[in-house]
């Protein structure tokens, strides 16, 4: 329930006082970061919304989404030899690729209805140089500190 790299036990722990004040350059962005991570890890996760869709595409959504529920029913609803099977599997497939391009993508985080969005771009490309120089002033640190072979 404890782990934590920027806490205070952690730190108090290791009692290396470089090693604290290394981390302690990286305590704003990670006060950030829980901002973002700890809904997650309660159970609200993130999302990538796959489009964004104005009035027009919500009506062609509608429309294309209803033509692909017949097309399912179709499919599965009797018989059919392996060849007709193919060919309405391959039309659901189709309905199926035309409901995925409508819309458009923005690249954005949703966490809450009520809350605000948050760019993928630059946010993750950043976090994870942050963690980069995080892991290597720690190996940095750790090497310095092993005793001889």
Excluded at 63 to 84: C, D, M, Q, W
Excluded at 87 to 95: G, I, M, N, P, Q
């Amino acid at each position: 329930m404890q782990v934590n790299l920027f806490g205070g036990e952690f730190l108090r722990a290791v009692g290396d006082a470089e090693l604290t004040q290394f981390l302690g350059a990286f305590a704003e962005w990670n006060s950030e970061l829980k901002t973002r991570r700890d809904p997650a890890a309660h159970r609200i996760p993130l999302s990538v919304h796959p489009a964004i869709l104005d009035e027009n595409a919500v009506q062609r959504f509608n429309l294309v989404s209803a033509e692909h529920s017949a097309a399912l029913r179709e499919a599965f609803s009797v018989s059919h030899s392996p060849e007709e099977f193919e060919r309405l599997s391959k039309a659901v497939d189709a309905l199926y690729d035309r409901l995925q391009r409508i819309g458009r993508f923005e690249p954005f985080f949703l966490h809450h209805p009520n809350e605000g969005t948050l760019r993928i771009y630059p946010t993750v490309p950043s976090d994870v140089g942050v963690l980069v120089k995080i892991s290597r002033g720690l190996i940095s640190c750790l090497l310095q500190r092993r005793p001889p072979v």
